[in-house]
């Protein structure tokens, strides 16, 4: 069975930073692409940023190119969002998603921006 | 960047009828194009992927068609359990990925 779990979500001050994880079994992960999508409670889905199966694609959403990094460690099974420099705006629910077609994604993680 | 707009914005239907959902694309995204449905609380599940093909586990009811720039998710007979948010999304020149802003399908 597919499982995505996220974490490090939490409070945190504008200008800050945060580290969100998500531990992913059931698959091969090293196979797939993943991505990181955010929804505020009540909006729509936004992608923020996706990464390939060996870290050579990576892409970012314009609102946060220059601020998030993405990386994954496939010895780990593992898919992460490093965010620098956060802002109001980034307040949402995080969710890791696999593959190409965005097949199984996780719970999410919530991230509250605010002083 | 693909911009994709779906309409309706809300579609009110009753049990038993047939749903016809629409999603159009600011420039061609070849078949790359994918339906999710998501319900309050839950994540999204995927149910259609490359425009026509249904995802694990998804009931026959729910079907994709189009290309380029034009595609339609149809639910040939709506359940209960079909009312909920609707997105669309492109994967054509990823990155960046992009989603509709969604159709609301409740009960009328």
């Known amino acids: 069975e597919v499982q995505l779990v996220e974490s490090g979500g939490g409070l945190v001050q504008p200008g800050r930073s945060l580290r969100l994880s998500c531990a992913a079994s059931g698959f091969t992960f090293d196979d797939y692409a993943m991505h990181w999508v955010r929804q505020v409670p009540g909006k729509g889905l936004e992608w923020v940023s996706g990464?390939?199966?060996?870290?050579?694609?990576?892409g970012y959403a314009d609102a946060v190119k220059g601020r998030f990094t993405i990386s994954r460690d496939n010895a780990k099974n593992s898919l992460y969002l490093q965010m620098n420099g956060l802002r109001a705006e980034d307040t949402a629910l995080y969710y890791c998603?696999?593959?190409?077609?965005?097949?199984?994604w996780g719970q999410g993680t919530l991230v509250t921006v605010s002083s | 960047e693909i911009v994709l707009t779906q309409s309706p914005a809300t579609l009110s239907l009753s049990p038993g009828e047939r749903a016809t959902l629409s999603c159009r694309a600011s420039q061609s995204v070849s078949r790359y194009l994918a339906w999710y449905q998501q319900k309050l609380g839950q994540a999204p599940r995927l149910l259609i992927y490359d425009a026509s093909n249904r995802a694990t586990g998804i009931p026959a009811r729910f079907s994709g068609s189009g290309s380029g720039t034009d595609f339609t998710l149809t639910i040939s007979s709506l359940e209960p359990e079909d009312f909920a948010v609707y997105y669309c999304q492109q994967r054509s020149n990823w990155p960046p990925i992009t989603f509709g802003q969604g159709t609301r399908l409740e009960i009328k």
């Open positions: 998603a696999k593959g190409p077609s965005l097949d199984y």
């Open positions: 990464i390939n199966w060996n870290s050579g694609t990576i």
